[in-house]
């Protein structure tokens, strides 16, 4: 695709121009003529399994593309890195997301949710506007920091941390839009993104100090990085921030990211809603969110499977070919960039039909899914071994806050459009998402 016509449309809307660049080729793969860089854009379930899994050696992550260049500004070496440091910290962190382990938790991450959630009851019914991804953040923080980090990490730190990832993701931006700047000519944002980096470090280094002093015998992050041994040796201080980074980054940033996206879609479905409301009425009866109730949830899953679809945090995802290949007949260059992106493929009419951007929670029927679409079609959480650790926890977490919120609380919006997405390294509504609650008497449906 020439320049003339690659760049004018992702000026126009770097989201929606995969999207259209996907359904126009039908697939295919397509180097975009974007002025000095010429990436390749891959959307085909098929190619994306080659690239993620298939031949993963061949394309890494690369320090040299924007994305990554400047995630390992902010989280060094560790579960986001490559080759042996990557395989290192994944061995040490894995266990902490075991699905047994995550399992066992439910419910203190319920008790957490519900006594988060509970704070709303003093604005429900006032008319006061609430920044609904504001609350997830605070919902989100409460839930992990105690199953994940026994504490340690106060409510108000997790939520300064997150405010510092969220300046981070948009300083990012720039780079994004412009990959081919070399990082040492200043960017827009880069300030920001640097004051942010240093805002997380203030906050965490000090805890990851004490739990040396003090490591425990938890299986909480902090004890488990206190204890780790790589080639019989403790962990740096350098590495164990690292990793440190990284997880409070994995463990709080989709869930309140997606979830933010859920309010103006049910607003705009009203149908959808309505069975959401009910199903969790019948379900839940009123009483506190409890780890019997999730299996029963199976709509309220189907939704969020919908919404992840259309809305993946991770929406773009770069590699670096490391040799030459070919990839559905086109020849990939050595060192050239390679664009994947969710986000895309989840919304292209040749794997989910002509409605593909209608959203439609049926998709993700008991047994329909496995039977209608390429396996590789729908990758919110990534695929091979790269796989996002926290896509069961994501699950359950999710599944509890929802079904906390909605079974306490209506809302109305402010402004029910949906809003575009805003160009940042996650998936992020380009306006705040605003709105107003309502208590709910119990047994009531909306």
Known sequence: MPVWTALPQAIRGAH?????????????????????????????????????????????????????????????????????????????????????????????????????????????????????????????????????????????????????????????????????????????????????????????????????????????????????????????????????????????????????WLWPVLANHPDVASRLYAEINDVVDGGPVRAEHLPQLTYTKMVLDELLRLYPAGWIVPRRAVAADVLGGVRIDKGATVILSPYATQRMTAYWGPDAEDFDPERFAPGRADTERHRQAYYPFGIGMHRCLGEHLFHLEALLIVASLLSKFDFTLTDESVPGPRVAASLRPRRRVELTLTRLERSVAR
């Open 16 to 260: 929606q121009a995969l999207v259209d660049v996907g359904n126009a080729s039908g697939g295919e793969v397509v180097r975009l003529g974007l002025g000095v860089s010429s990436p390749y854009l891959v959307t085909n379930p098929e190619h994306v399994q080659q690239i993620l899994q298939d031949r993963a050696a061949n394309y890494p992550r690369g320090d040299d593309t924007a994305l990554w260049r400047s995630v390992r500004k902010l989280v060094g070496d560790g579960i986001l890195a490559e080759g042996d440091t990557w395989m290192a910290s994944r061995k040490t962190l894995a266990p902490l997301f075991r699905r047994g382990r995550i399992d066992g938790l439910t419910d203190t991450m319920a008790d957490a949710i519900d006594e988060a959630t509970s704070r709303l009851d003093e604005v429900a019914g006032t008319g006061t506007v609430v920044d609904i991804g504001a609350e997830l953040s605070r919902i989100v923080c409460a839930a992990i920091m105690r199953v994940f980090f026994d504490s340690r990490v106060s409510v108000d730190d997790a939520l300064r941390i997150m405010a510092a990832q969220e300046a981070i993701v948009t300083a990012m931006a720039p780079r994004i839009l412009a990959p081919f700047v070399p990082w040492w000519v200043p960017m827009p944002g880069d300030r920001r993104f640097h004051r942010a980096v240093q805002t997380i470090d203030d906050i965490l280094l000090p805890v990851l100090r004490e739990a040396l002093r003090q490591p425990g015998d938890g299986d909480d992050v902090l004890s488990t990085l206190a204890r780790a041994r790589r080639d019989g040796q403790p962990l740096t201080e350098r590495q164990m921030r690292d990793d440190l980074v990284s997880m409070v980054a994995v463990t709080t940033e989709t869930s309140y990211v997606v979830l933010t």
